[in-house]
């Protein structure tokens, strides 16, 4: 006889199966049996009726070990579909993640040349916004010798505003000194203010300047000599000229503006079907969901 939840399992020969573990899941309830000697003829029928599973749709499946499991299709199919609604849950948890990620998704990042800043001299870029919630701003602005000087920074709607949307101030001591044996090359100073709601779809103008700067220890400024960003242009002390600077703008919208952002500039040029949004939404969709299903034959 056999024991399976205290019930006796009668079967027809001296032979017999030992149940020995049982393990039950909502999703996909599975019954392996260890310490096979044989199975004797009705034994599964027995065993289901016992634990109150129908025999119908299903069958024992033989893995390493002498280990059997108890394979039904609906149940499988209850697996996959809880499977399914996980990876959902994981899809909307990394778009929610990812509109927290600083990424800068308009930007102008080659350079070629520098120019000094100093005295008088403003110099200025205009963009286009590519999303709701322009809060940073960031440029590839150094200094040369030990400055300590104001650096102030200008954010318009338009070249030709009245007046400043923002006003950011900072201390040119905290720029990269580019005369420094110790030092990082290339590093961005960020601008950051307070978010700007309405800011998709609009073109603004930006431009620094540093009055008490001079040709001793000017700051230096990073642009790409030729014309890089179609979108924008670069000024010299409100002038129109050739180039653009390096910078990067960043947002604060919401989730599904930032990963359509995402998703247009990494279809950007590419050719079909990687020009496609769809497609990138489908791999990323894909991969979670063979994630989900790993770790779920990991734990059954």
């Not at 999303?131 to 200008?154: C, E, M, T």
Request: charged share 25%.
């Amino acid at each position: 006889m056999a024991v399976v939840r205290g019930v006796e399992i009668g079967v027809n020969s001296k032979e017999f199966v030992v149940f020995k573990q049982e393990k039950a899941r909502e999703d996909c309830r599975t019954f392996r049996m260890n310490n096979l000697r044989s199975i004797a003829p009705g034994a599964e029928a027995e065993a289901n009726e016992v634990i109150g599973e129908t025999t119908e749709n299903c069958e024992w499946s033989q893995l390493r070990g002498g280990i059997f499991k108890r394979i039904c299709p609906i149940e499988q199919g209850r697996g996959v579909l809880i499977d399914l609604i996980a990876t959902l849950v994981l899809l909307v948890v990394f778009v929610l993640v990812l509109a927290r990620v600083d990424l800068p998704l308009t930007s102008q990042t080659t350079f070629d040349s520098e120019l000094e800043l100093y005295s008088s001299r403003r110099v200025g870029q205009s963009f286009i916004a590519e999303g709701s919630g322009l809060y940073r701003l960031d440029l590839l602005l150094a200094r040369r010798g030990p400055n300590s000087h104001p650096v102030i920074f200008h954010l318009q709607e338009d070249q030709v505003a009245p007046s400043d949307t923002v006003t950011v101030e900072v201390n040119a001591s905290l720029l990269e000194d580019v005369s420094s044996p110790i030092r990082k090359p290339n590093t961005y100073k960020s601008f950051t203010f307070a978010p700007i709601e309405d800011s998709s779809g609009k073109r603004f103008f930006f431009y620094v300047e540093s009055p008490l700067s001079t040709t001793e220890d000017p700051l230096l400024l990073k642009f790409q000599s030729h014309n890089a960003y179609l979108q924008g242009k670069r000024y010299v002390d409100g002038m129109e000229d050739s180039g653009d600077l390096a910078f990067k703008a960043y947002y604060k919208g919401a989730p599904l503006e930032t990963s359509d952002l995402l998703l247009r500039r990494l279809s950007e040029g590419k050719p079909f079907p990687l020009s496609n949004k769809g497609i990138y939404v489908i791999a990323l969709f894909t991969n979670l969901f063979l994630f989900v299903r790993l770790v779920h034959m990991m734990c059954v």
